[in-house]
């Protein structure tokens, strides 16, 4: 159970939100735990903290919500909106957070080998999707697997 609470808490999802994403990785091909990450990295709020054009998630899911975010030209307002392969990201020309952003990228660390970054340009590009090498989150998805399991 605190495998789950530390991955909720890390995301930022509540527990409803978390048992339809477990449960959609449940009913998929392959192992569950690895499903249920690749979702949670998928996520639009997840993926622009990645990028680093956001401090922290909670930050990346403000952006978000305030749609200054841009997935392939559209603006979207939906934190759990799940990219997929070839999705361009990018904060919205003009908007009053491109300081914030600015900061955020040069700050940030390295980006994961699944995403391509361009911090001058404040957007990013998902190469493909995560495998569980790439995710480096301290969370054992066997634990949430045994606990959604009983």
């Known amino acids: 159970m605190r495998a789950k609470q530390r991955a909720k ?12 994403l477990f449960d959609r990785a449940n009913r998929e091909e392959g192992m569950a735990g690895e499903n249920l990450m690749r979702h949670l990295e998928c996520r639009l709020d997840n993926v622009v903290y990645r990028l680093g054009l956001a401090t922290t998630r909670a930050q990346a899911r403000q952006f ?48 994961p080998p699944w995403l391509l970054a361009d911090p001058d340009g404040l957007k990013g590009t998902v190469n493909r999707l995560p495998a569980r090498e790439d995710i480096s989150a301290p969370i054992e998805e066997r634990l949430i697997v045994e606990h959604y399991s009983r």
């Open 9 to 20: 808490f890390m995301y930022g999802l509540r527990e409803q939100q978390f048992a339809k």
């Open 64 to 111: 978000v919500v305030h749609q200054h975010v841009t997935v392939n030209g559209k603006r979207l307002d939906r934190p759990s909106y799940e990219v997929s392969a070839g999705d361009v990201v990018a904060i919205k020309p003009g908007a009053p957070i491109e300081d914030l952003a600015r900061e955020s990228t040069e700050m940030a660390g390295p980006t």
